[in-house]
């Protein structure tokens, strides 16, 4: 169920933006982790925004190449002139948006622990810069683990819901529209309620209409459970949300 | 013996509303035949190879291509079917070798002796990248990317769109080439012309629904040549209408039309080759002063179709 011709295909319309923006999320990481100047803020800047926004760029581009664009400009019918069933399309455009944001985040992962490892970022540093206090110790590799899955999860649900919207419009202006508004509230929200969790109580709420708030380095730091509860909805809605469009995809019309 | 049929296509209706669609369409592709569909635009050429393709689905009726069903089956039904999309985009990969190379491995093919040829013959530069091509550029590529596997049936959506010229007498060679292999190929056009020079038979299609469906042999025998004249005067032309009245009355058979302009003093008449010579004997007893002559074409018969229903 799955067609390694296709899949090429889809790595060569997104394979370049994939490794820019893998490659900014890296760098960024690695400068917030090793600089003295930056590290209060690994977690509040990269952790709280950079690993959201990033991701969400190339999810909002990618997943609309996945299909809408392709079904607008009419190029999808080549690939369904061949003998391919549309679930193994879906399948495999499926593959590829999870396969890139798993990578991106395998790749930030071992990028930090390797940097962790050298010099151990001490957690009340960590936390000072977000607004947590009372921390002890130093940062670990388990921690680093727990944030980046914790952020990866969201990430596919993110992804998920834009495959959907991508898998059902056949317009790229309808898919990208309502992507972009799902993406862009998301993330714009959880930026401000970055700055409720600062001290002004009053943009704390923004995180209510954020799907970014299902991803919690706060609980993992402090040794909280919450981030386990959270990403199971997350998931759940990946899962929903990809199902939905790879069945609605192999339902509908396609004007092609 | 009756050659068995390709495509089945039963009482398909699919309703876009505010009357666009298509609407009860009834016909049947022979084995090994070549098929045009022709129609004005809007009318409903695309949609109807759409289904055929297993990319829409009918409200009500069937298309079945040598027996499967072409919504259900689609997978399996494109195993044997080359298309050529109306709309041409090509997916993001790159310059037109890439895409090619694709779209054989999605084929499953390994021969590729053959797309060679055909890039041969239709002088296409693979290696540019796909999205600076021409239009007349972006079409050859569709041709060879729908042929380069030798399907057993071919559905082509307007295929000649933004040939030059030769390129569309290259194209009609090789739909013909491929009829002669025992290939069958369903085409659609506004080009009378593709369609005379290589359909067994062709359906006319107009705002959703089907007109008429004419044989090869149908069109070719009916009125052929068509002769527009004008006599000299008034005197002559009240004379010349009888003599000419009397002459189609002679062959009560329908293959004989006169269109009369009064004011003009011109006749436009359709008649079989096989009359020529008593037609121009009639003609020789007037003085004429103007003759010229046009093809009995697809396209004549097409557009009279059309003003006649438009009339009605």
Redesign the interface.
Known sequence: MF????F??TV??NGLIWVVLTAVTAILLVQFAVLEMTQNLLFLIFYGVMAMLLPAVFILISSN?LFAS?VD???M??????????S?VALTQMAFSVLTIALMFVITTIAHIAVNANDPLSLELAGSGAGITGLTGDLTTEMIVKVNLSAMVVCLAMSGVCYMFSAIFNQSKYSLGFSGTFVGVSVLANMLAMFGSLGVEALENFKYVSICTLYDYQSILTGGDDWIIKGAVALAIAVVTYVVGSVWFCKK???? | MEKENVIEVEHLTKDYKRGRGIFDFTFQVKKGSVFGLIGTNGSGKTTTI?HM?G???GDSGSVRIVGMDAWRD???V??L???V?G????????TGT??LR??A????LKDFSYMNSLIDRFKIDITAPLNRMSKGMKQKMAVV??FMAQPDIYLLDEPSTGLDPLMRDTLIELILEQKAEGKTVFMSSHVFKELEDTCDEVMFIHNGHIVNQVKRSQYESDPHETYSFIVASEEEYLLCREAIDRFIQRYQDGHMECWRRHRHHQFTVALPTTRLNEFFALLSQFTVSKLGSEQYSLEKYYTTIIERREVA
Not at chain 2, 89 to 94: A, K, L, M, R
Not at chain 2, 105 to 108: A, K, S, V
């Open positions: 067609s390694f011709p296709l090429k295909q060569k319309a190449k392709q400009r009419g190029s019918a080549y690939v369904l002139s061949t003998p391919i069933r549309r193994k019309d396609l004007p092609l | 759409r393709m990319f829409i689905k689609a997978a399996k494109k195993k079917v080359g298309y999309p709309q041409i985009d090509f997916p993001d990969v790159g890439s895409f694709i779209q491995e999605l084929l499953g990317a729908a």
